[in-house]
C-alpha cells in the first residue's frame, strides 16, 4: 500500500523535542513521561483556543494505559517541574475533574 503525501502525517500531533531533549525531561519518571505524551496528543484533539482541556484521572488511566495512582503522581512531578499546569474547579462535584494545559517550551525556559 502506498502512503499519499497528504496522508503522511494525518495521525501525528505535535510533541516538542526541545521538551523531550532537556535534562530536566529526562529526569522524569517513565510514567511522568508517558503522562506528558498523552496529554500532548488529547491537548491537540481536545484543547480549546487557550490550550486548556477536561480530563479526569480515571479517563486518563484509560488513555495513557498507566494505574490512576501512577497519573496522580504523575501529574505531581509535570506540575512540579513546570511541564503542564492545571486547574480543578471548587464547583466541580466530581473530586476528580481536571482541567490540564501543556506549558509552551519557551516558557520553560529557566
Given at each position: 500500500?502506498?502512503?499519499?503525501k497528504s496522508d503522511k502525517f494525518?495521525?501525528?500531533?505535535?510533541?516538542?523535542?526541545q521538551v523531550l531533549?532537556?535534562?530536566?525531561?529526562?529526569a522524569l519518571k517513565p510514567a511522568s513521561k508517558m503522562l506528558f505524551i498523552?496529554?500532548?496528543r488529547l491537548?491537540?484533539?481536545v484543547a480549546d483556543k487557550y490550550g486548556w482541556f477536561y480530563h479526569s484521572?480515571?479517563?486518563?488511566?484509560?488513555?495513557?494505559?498507566l494505574h490512576?495512582?501512577?497519573?496522580?503522581?504523575?501529574?505531581k512531578e509535570l506540575e512540579g517541574n513546570l511541564f503542564i499546569e492545571t486547574y480543578t474547579?471548587?464547583?466541580?462535584?466530581v473530586r476528580e475533574a481536571n482541567k490540564f494545559r501543556i506549558i509552551e517550551f519557551k516558557q520553560l525556559k529557566r
Open positions: 500500500m502506498k502512503i499519499k494525518k495521525n501525528t500531533f505535535p510533541v516538542s523535542h531533549e532537556t535534562d530536566l525531561f529526562k498523552t496529554l500532548c491537548s491537540n484533539r484521572f480515571t479517563n486518563l488511566a484509560k488513555e495513557s494505559g490512576r495512582d501512577s497519573i496522580i503522581q504523575a501529574k474547579s471548587p464547583n466541580f462535584r
